[in-house]
């Protein structure tokens, strides 16, 4: 079982598109000690009455951060035509407007942006299967409500770029390890204060 204090990412795309991103990324973050959740590798627990799917939505709903990775792939659809990825994201902002988590860190690829704003060829160059789809989707994270809360679409273009955005935004420094202690010290602190009152009191 996992320490509340180590934070936990859950990093949604279609998988093929991101393939390596999302490797490097999860390895990136696991090596500063951040716990990272993404369907396809072999230790994503699937309980014995649920599906992928549901795994995956409940991950996006309970991370302390949810990274989300936009690029010209519409990727599998429900029965009703949303994309799993959209499921992602639309219960993990419910749950972030209702209750402040998961914190969210969207990014759209910039080569895919520029294309999109071309003809057809232009789309089938840089992957784009559903222009349509897309641009449906981009409108509804850059929408009025989104805007209101600190979840920015922020355009990458390289691993890099993805990464120090991440790492920024968890404020993990060089090192998780700095990070965590002062949350365990702060843990304690808050423990050895309400102890204190109860004594207090009594």
């Known amino acids: 079982m996992s320490?509340?204090?180590?934070?936990?990412?859950?990093?949604?795309?279609?998988?093929q598109e991101f393939k390596y991103l999302r490797g490097a990324i999860a390895s990136g973050l696991r090596r500063q000690g951040v716990i990272v959740q993404i369907s396809e590798a072999e230790d994503f627990h699937i309980a014995g009455d649920s599906t992928a799917v549901d795994e995956c939505l409940r991950n996006a709903k309970d991370s302390d951060i949810f990274v989300l990775l936009v690029g010209g792939r519409a990727g599998s659809k429900d029965e009703h035509g949303i994309s799993i990825t959209r499921r992602e994201?639309?219960?993990?902002?419910?749950?972030?407007?209702?209750?402040?988590?998961?914190?969210?860190?969207m990014?759209?690829?910039?080569?895919?942006?520029?294309?999109?704003?071309?003809?057809?060829?232009?789309h089938s160059?840089?992957?784009?299967?559903?222009?349509d789809h897309l641009v449906d989707l981009l409108t509804e994270l850059q929408s009025t409500a989104n805007r209101s809360n600190p979840h920015d679409l922020k355009r990458f273009e390289s691993f890099d770029g993805v990464m120090d955005?991440?790492?920024?935004?968890?404020?993990?420094?060089?090192?998780?390890?700095?990070?965590?202690?002062?949350?365990?010290?702060?843990?304690?602190?808050?423990?050895?204060?309400?102890?204190?009152?109860?004594?207090?009191?009594?």
């Open 125 to 131: 160059r840089v992957g784009i299967d559903d222009a």
């Open 89 to 105: 994201y639309r219960i993990a902002k419910e749950n972030s407007d209702a209750v402040n988590k998961p914190r969210m860190l």
């Open 107 to 122: 990014f759209l690829d910039g080569e895919v942006e520029r294309g999109l704003a071309g003809n057809t060829e232009d």
């Open 3 to 15: 320490s509340p204090l180590v934070p936990t990412v859950f990093i949604s795309s279609t998988i």
């Open 165 to 202: 955005s991440i790492t920024s935004a968890m404020n993990l420094g060089h090192s998780v390890q700095e990070t965590l202690m002062r949350k365990q010290m702060v843990a304690e602190l808050r423990r050895n204060l309400a102890n204190c009152v109860t004594r207090t009191r009594y």
